[in-house]
């Protein structure tokens, strides 16, 4: 069993079928009602991500047989567990527990979209947060970041609205004028920068959901190298 598989012994008191000693801490029929829905909850949402039991399991770092146990509640999943599941699925962990999200707004006017920057790009929001897809429209100034390689989770989709953009795709180099448009995985390498001194906009849609916007090219999710 792989040592990033939970079903350890030392971990085995997470498992309903070993008898327990009483502790201080919740009745088992009140852990039972806090993660009722969260078994079909895990299989509905993998296989809406269309990956099989032996794929999902081995994105999240766990066995076949203890992902299984999982989805037909015969272990309770750790909050570290139900984080990698949500990643791995695309999804939040309030989704994984069952939870109704709030309302989501479809329209996003100009004036709402405040700024943030990171790493010397602007980032503002093109689309509402917490769906499967991230709408960010981006400037990129002029040497900032273009000696970054990115390989992160998701794919990637971008259109340039300004300016001349540089992207290396593996070993592969383009420069795209205003109207041009690139999709990709983000598991290849690549690297985006301006191509001239003015810089350059466009509009970017990444699918790996509940990231920061400073994590879709600069966070903790992404790999960097200089060069």
């Known amino acids: 069993m792989s040592p990033a598989d939970p079903a350890t012994p030392q971990q085995s008191t997470a498992d309903p079928a070993t008898p ?11 852990q039972s009602d806090a993660l009722l829905g969260v078994a079909p909850q895990l299989r509905a949402l993998r296989r809406r991500a269309a990956l099989t039991l032996e794929a999902a399991a081995a994105s999240a770092g766990l066995s076949p047989a203890h992902l299984s146990r999982l ?19 695309g999804t ?3 989704e994984l527990l069952g939870e109704t999200p709030a309302e989501r707004q479809s329209v996003l006017r100009a004036a709402e979209a405040e700024p943030s920057v990171a790493g010397g790009w602007t980032y503002r929001q093109a689309g509402a947060s917490g769906r499967g897809m991230q709408a960010l429209r981006v400037q990129v100034p002029y040497g900032a970041q273009g000696d970054i390689v ?14 001349r953009l540089r ?25 985006i ?10 509009l970017f849609v990444h699918t790996l959901l509940q990231s920061p916007v400073e ?10 190298v200089r060069r």
């Open 150 to 163: 990115r390989v992160h989770p998701g794919e990637e989709w971008l259109y340039v609205l300004t300016g």
């Open 193 to 202: 920068a301006a191509d001239g001194p003015e810089g350059a906009e466009l």
């Open 167 to 191: 992207l290396r795709l593996a070993d592969t180099a383009y420069v795209l004028e205003p109207g041009d448009s690139a999709h990709f995985d983000s598991a290849t390498p690549h690297r």
């Open 215 to 224: 994590a879709l090219c600069l966070g903790a999710h992404t790999k960097e």
């Open 20 to 30: 327990q000693q009483p502790t201080a801490g919740p009745a088992p029929s009140q």
């Open 71 to 89: 989805e037909t509640g015969h272990r309770q999943p750790s909050l570290p567990m139900l984080l990698t599941l949500a990643r791995v699925y």
């Open 92 to 94: 939040t962990v309030s």
